[in-house]
């Protein structure tokens, strides 16, 4: 499956932005879906991720009431809602499809977009 992120740009601290992840090749909803990110000079991180069907979600602490994750099986689109961002949530954003065992782990997702960049300015 071929993962297409897209929907980052620049926004002002307290704004929000989402985020999509198209997939193509495949049918998503055969997979889970997570995002991730990586802030220059640090290890990409875990963000949020969703399951197959969309009935459960999990979140980094530091996400949890801001970002919201989700997804339209139909529309082979995986989304992530940003809200209250910070000057610190800024990033490349990666989307992951997998099966993974340990949803957190990076090294657990099979397939992976290109990045989209979020900028917060302060």
């Known amino acids: 499956v071929q993962l297409q992120a897209s929907g980052g740009g620049l926004v002002q601290a307290g704004g929000s932005l989402r985020l999509s992840c198209v997939a193509s090749g495949r049918t998503l909803s055969s997979y889970g879906v997570a995002w991730f990110r990586q802030a220059p000079g640090k290890e990409r991180e875990f963000v949020a991720t969703i399951t197959r069907s969309g009935g459960s979600t999990y979140y980094a602490d530091s996400m949890k009431g801001r970002f919201t994750i989700s997804r339209d099986n139909a529309k082979n689109t995986a989304y992530l809602q940003m809200n209250s961002l910070k000057p610190e949530d800024t990033a490349v954003y990666y989307c992951?499809?997998?099966?993974?065992?340990?949803?957190?782990?990076?090294?657990?997702?099979?397939?992976w977009g290109q990045g989209t960049q979020v900028t917060v300015s302060s």
């Open positions: 992951a499809a997998g099966n993974p065992y340990r949803m957190r782990l990076d090294s657990e997702y099979n397939y």
